[in-house]
């Protein structure tokens, strides 16, 4: 049995290949999830009788976006997983797309199809006007994925003369209620947190536009939005601290977050020049505006000393990757020739050649980037300049080399001295700061305390095609990580009774704010075992846990709305008490039989 969507052209023709598809095989017991994307490829054909060629042609891919065992899970629930992992077939698999299946439908990129699972609209079972569903999503559901997508749909469908009545909706939802303008501006940030910039068209442009729009609303206001813009670059500059362009990204051939951080970066400055007392402390100013001011600076600091970093980096005509170039892209996408994306010396485009940073700033915006920089006096301010979000799923480590791994993403945010110190030369060779001003900050870098896990000290693995924290040490190798959302992977669980009262003392139920979750690998001879270990921000350990490992060595995995998740985890050990010097200490529970068990959903025996 099947079930397939085709995206027709709107003519007579019909789509050749359907874009989705559901497939069930009664003899397996399994629910198939399936997409196709139309990929450049080659053919062969016989040019004379016995004499083979090949030649471009385009072909349909197929990509498996998941498979459910009904076994697994009851009745109840299948339509949820049915609809959880045909909107991730639309969206893509992963906030941070790598390999194709993680990105995006290229008919979602370019503002044709969507697909929203719990949208409603008075029983209206589709929609072909893209404000009509923004406008029933906007008021019944609080910020997360599935809305970010609608807003993101709406700005990518939208002509472009009718773009202005996005930011409208938006200013009527925020003058509706009290949190209004708070809300909106937690939409603003869901919209970036799983932003898909690839390919890169009109949609950066638009998110700006509305941006401007929203600025000249009562409701929202300038200083509402310069917050939300100053987050999102806070953000972006930690992401390009990670993962710089020349290390990854196809070695600069994928660029789109480049770009995004200069048209973020344009709009505040236009903002700070409406308004400088946003960034710029008057002799006036309460002591409690201050640290907002601080970290309004911030955001510009960071921006313009990344956007300066990357002037005259040599890149493609457009931005890509060697799997998105193999995507049939309609005009005015232009397809990049391949050894743009391969060979660094072919490219002909130098970033910002034509808009140097020095040209952006006016008096306003050197006198509120010269008071940021005085800011570096601040340990909290000299940690930023190396600050950075890496990524990581821990509860894969045992997959296979090169195995498809949809375990929960982890983000860990660390610090580098060794990348402090680069910012700083950056910033002397500017002409940002003095030569004993960069030798001051460079000697209090090496005292300021910094708590947390080194990755030094983990045994990180690469693994192909997956985030790792083995990524932080291709960056430097003293990275410090000091948070981590642990609670991507922990909220899945439920605590065995025994263990709940302690859970408690610890931190709130099912939340894990200030924990720092990685993977460690336990050696005994020739025999390596992989251990979850969770600490506190001190880099003390909380607990450790271990996978319930198959006879082969093996995890088994069941699929929770499209995610990969262990069926239990053991609890292996506890820091439970902190003795008279400030450290926990360790109670052994391997013989116990306690296990952290899914918390929906059914699993076999």
Known sequence: NSWHVFLDDGEKTHAVAPLVSAYWDRSAGELSIVRRILTHGFEAYEDSPGVFLSRPSQKWARELVGTIDLATISDDELAG????????????????????????????????????????????????????????????????????????????????????????????????????????????????????????????????????????????????????????????????????????????????????????????????????????????????????????????????????????????????????????????????????????????????????????????????LQSSLTDLDQAAELLELGRAYFLDRPLGVLKQPGEVDRTPLVSHTAVSRTVVKRRLAELLASGWITAAQREGWRCAVDVVPIAGVGVGELTCVERPGVVTLADALKVAPDFILQRSAASEVLRHYAWPVELQAWLADFVPPGSFPNSILVHHVLQSGHNTTPLLQVCDRQGRKQFELGFDLQPDGTVRYVQRAGVELPQRLQVLRLWDHIDASGQRIERDLQGANLWLTLRDGRTSS
């Not at 813009?229 to 710089?244: G, S, V």
């Not at 700070?272 to 002799?283: G, T």
């Not at 391949?338 to 006016?362: C, H, K, M, N």
Request: hydrophobic share 40%; proline share 7%.
């Open 81 to 368: 997983e049915l609809r959880a992992g045909l909107f991730l077939a639309v969206i893509g698999v992963s906030r941070l797309p790598i390999t194709s299946l993680e990105s995006p439908l290229p008919s979602f990129s370019l503002g044709q199809f969507a697909y929203f699972p719990r949208l409603t609209g008075g029983g209206q079972s589709w929609w072909t006007v893209p404000l009509a569903f923004l406008r029933a999503d906007v008021g019944g559901r609080v910020c997360g994925v599935e809305f970010a997508k609608s807003l993101e749909m709406a700005l990518r469908a939208t002509p472009d003369e009718r773009q202005p009545q996005i930011a409208n909706a938006l200013e009527s939802h925020a003058a509706a209620t009290s949190d209004g303008a708070q809300r909106v501006g937690d939409m603003i940030r869901d919209l970036f947190r799983y932003i898909s910039l690839s390919p890169y068209g009109t949609y950066a442009d638009r998110m700006i536009a509305m941006l401007a729009t929203l600025a000249e609303c009562d409701a929202v206001g300038v200083p509402g939005v310069a917050d939300s813009i100053a987050t999102m670059l806070r953000q972006l500059c930690r992401h390009l601290t990670a993962f710089d362009l020349a290390t990854f990204h196809n070695s600069g051939a994928n660029y789109p977050d480049a770009l995004f951080l200069d048209a973020l970066l344009k709009q505040y400055l236009r903002l700070v020049e409406r308004q400088p007392e946003l960034l710029v402390d008057e002799q006036d100013a309460s002591a409690a505006a201050q640290p907002v001011r601080r970290i309004r600076r911030r955001a510009l600091r960071q921006a313009c000393l990344l956007r300066q970093h990357y002037e005259g980096l040599r890149v493609p005509d457009a931005p890509t990757s060697q799997g998105e170039s193999l995507r049939v892209l309609p005009e005015p996408l232009a397809h990049v020739p391949q050894e743009q994306i391969s060979q660094p010396a072919r490219r002909r485009r130098v970033l910002f050649a034509d808009e140097p940073l020095d040209g952006l700033l006016t008096p306003i915006g050197r006198q509120a």
